[in-house]
């Protein structure tokens, strides 16, 4: 009796509650893959690589062009000589023809009332794709020929150099552009035997310097002087005076260029 009684009056266990049931996570989409960003190039080394490549090039046809205009002052040089024996064998001998070193990139030569100037550009330079030797294949096969040295050929009066006539102009006959190749290409005045546009034929040889030399002389020597007008010389400043400006000295007439490789008007 007292066991029933005691199990009777046992308090009935409580139930547990269960925690509430998650829903299952829906599964994670695989992450896409990230998208590689190009590294950027090393523009340092693109200088670099620039800076020597154009450096080197142009360091190689400065030397060239440095080559060409030595020839270029020996073959001068030779000329006056022969010249001035051939004219003082002749009834005239107080014409002279003369040589004068001005420097490394300069020289003269004095013949006549005429001065010849030769002068050496100490920059490398290029030109717009319209310039005619560019569009040649010989140019476009190696980018490197699509830059010159350049010497320039002037006519002076010389005695606007004696008396220093400042005002008094000056007229380029000719430019003469050396690739890297020693190779040229002449422009100018007609009277230049302007060779053909393709340089791939126009090589540095002291022949074709002589002519250019010789038709430059040439070119200076049928190129007269012409007295200006009266009424241009009727008044005279005194700046013009103390100056030694003298109004009344005659001007040349100009060059002739041709249409294609038109220079200067």
């Known amino acids: 009796m007292a066991t029933a009684d005691f199990a009777a009056s046992s ?55 440095s080559a060409t205009f030595n020839l270029l002052r020996n073959v001068t040089q030779e000329l006056c000589v022969e010249l001035t024996q051939r004219v003082t064998a002749g009834e005239d001998a107080s014409v002279k023809i003369e040589y004068q070193p001005i420097n490394e990139m300069e020289f003269h030569v004095r013949f006549s009332g005429d001065l010849l100037i030769f002068v050496m550009h100490s920059n490398i330079i290029t030109f717009p794709e319209s310039f005619a030797p560019l569009g040649t294949s010989y140019v476009e096969a190696d980018f490197r020929r699509r830059y010159f040295g350049h010497i320039m050929a002037y006519n002076f009066m010389a005695d606007s150099i004696r ?54 002389m040439i070119a200076a020597i049928n190129n007269d002087l012409l ?39």
């Open 11 to 65: 308090p009935t266990p409580k139930k547990t509650p269960r925690a509430p049931r998650r829903k299952a996570a829906a599964p994670k989409a695989a992450p896409a893959p990230e998208e590689t960003t190009p590294l950027p190039p090393d523009r340092l080394n693109l200088i670099a690589d620039g800076l020597a490549q154009k450096a080197s090039a142009k360091q190689a046809i400065f030397r060239a062009t």
């Open 163 to 216: 008396y220093q006539r400042l005002n008094d102009p000056g007229y380029l006959l000719g430019r003469l552009l050396v690739n890297i190749d020693s190779h040229y290409y002449l422009e100018g005045v007609r009277q230049l035997e302007l060779p053909n546009p393709d340089m791939s034929r126009n090589i540095i040889t002291t022949e074709a310097m002589r002519l250019f030399v010789e038709s430059a």
């Open 227 to 265: 007295a200006p007008p009266l009424e241009d010389i009727q008044k005279i400043s005194v700046k013009q005076k103390l100056e030694n400006q003298q109004v009344s000295r005659g001007s040349k007439v100009g060059f002739s260029f041709s249409n294609q490789q038109r220079m200067v008007e």
